[in-house]
DNA sequence: TTTATAAAGGACAAAAATATCTTTTATTAG
DNA sequence: CTAATAAAAGATATTTTTGTCCTTTATAAA
């Protein structure tokens, strides 16, 4: 088990993909987003559908079309792909799968998870989609496996 | 997405269930402990086998056998449980699906996700199976839906 | 307007996770 | 020894996730 659906390790991959190329207009095409992130083209498809439908970016069709994200959007944080894609589980969910997490009812597990929940929620929410655009062109980053 | 499968959800809530319940000698049966955490009995039984190969829990056959757990194996850790159902995934995996997470080769997330998989791993090694007993048996914890 | 391009959409397929059923084996009580 | 009990083992079923294929729609260039 990881901490994110493939679908979502997918999802976050691409949108940092195509976060770094869309400068200027530029929109970028499905093939090479899935080539530069080591991903299974027709899959990532469906995927980018979805996220683009959820207004997490954006896409054209047609001769120099493509995918891109609105200047705008790169200040999205990231939690809103994993909601998009995982739902908020990882957020608000029992550690034990108890169908709600209550402080009134608690798990063996709660206090100690309801930190690390916070934390990763928090991070999610405050590092955003646009953040890494500079490292990932100077290639101190990688999307690939 | 949770952060633990289902199966290791049950893993752990029927181990903490099998500890609070076993003390002197005594041993608890599947449909018991099935009902005691609220999870399908013959898949859990599936679980508690592996649990069972893995020597985390014990079991005997035939009458008055059942499930139960040594005095020694109470002060295992619970990193012992999820490695054991779920892999190491969660303690050593890339957050990003990245074939293998390196300092080297990072994913954006690398940083900010060390740390916290690193506190999951801790209170994992941390937190034993028998920690809980008192409060189980004083039903201050719930291990049901 | 025609053609080429690229995403959208819907149907389908494969793999993995979850769940159930049936038979076998070990153990204990009578 | 026999019968009853309870887990082990193996086969099968269902559901979810992941992945692919094929057709349609929108757009732009020629
Ligand atoms: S009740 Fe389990 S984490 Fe809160
Ligand atoms: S490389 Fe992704 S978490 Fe370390």
Redesign the pocket.
Known sequence: MAIF???CE?AIRAVFYIAHTSNKGHKT???DIAAGIDS????L??I??NL??QGIIS?????????YIQESSLTKPLSDIVEAVDGNGLFYGCALGLSQCSEVNPCPLHHQFKSIRDQIHQVLRQTTIGEFNEELINGLFSLKK
């Open positions: 659906s493939k679908t997918y095409g499905i093939k299974p083209e027709l899959y498809a469906k980018l559908q683009s439908k896409s054209s069709k047609g001769p120099n079309g493509g995918f």
